[in-house]
């Protein structure tokens, strides 16, 4: 990924963006358009089960990618 990143570097215009606590940051199945870098704390990546409630797949951690494989995968 950071092969890929460095490759495209001059395409990247970086915008820093502050999420509250709870905050929705990705829906599953909408269309992707951009690429979070976590800089500092943490997310759960959640999924809603049938019946509404929350499970959690992940808890992803600083310096990590949020939404890449809605735009590569």
Known sequence: ???LLASHDSEIVPVEFRAEPGELLLRQGAPAKRVL???EGT???Q???SDGHPHTLAIVEAEELLG???LFG
């Open 37 to 39: 870098l976590l800089t």
């Open 43 to 45: 997310v759960a990546i």
């Open 1 to 3: 990924m950071k092969l």
């Open 68 to 70: 890449e494989m809605g």
């Open 47 to 49: 999924v809603r089960q």
